[in-house]
């Protein structure tokens, strides 16, 4: 398993921008990266992922067009551009690492970083 430490977080106005930063412990060249969003009183959701090739990506419905993940693998990092943000965007942000070959019970989360969106 890798660690992973988000960074970037932080109060935005609505209509912003943020950039989230995962940054692993070893090489992210084996795993499928993703991240998710707990907003106060509600379960995590997934929020976009990409593919350890960085070839395929998916989105969640309410950040399609808004939200752009990519991955650096030769630095070990993980990016979530955040434009247009809103208020219902507000969340502790979670950063996953899911290894190729094992699945989702590989899955290793960050300690998180909040995103607030109010004027």
């Known amino acids: 398993q890798v660690q992973l430490v988000e960074s970037g977080g932080g109060l935005v106005q609505p209509g912003g921008s943020l950039t989230l930063s995962c940054v692993a412990s070893?090489?992210?060249?084996?795993?499928?990266m993703g991240w998710y969003r707990q907003p106060p009183g509600a379960q995590r959701e997934l929020v976009a992922s990409i593919t350890r090739g960085g070839i395929t990506t998916n989105y969640a419905d309410s950040v399609r067009g808004r939200f752009t993940i990519s991955r650096d693998n030769a630095k070990n990092t993980v990016y979530l551009q955040m434009n247009s943000l809103k208020p219902e965007d507000t969340a502790v942000y979670y950063c996953s690492a899911d290894h190729y070959a094992l699945g989702p019970a590989s899955r290793s989360w960050g300690q998180g970083t909040q995103v607030t969106v109010s004027s």
């Open positions: 070893g090489s992210i060249s084996f795993y499928h």
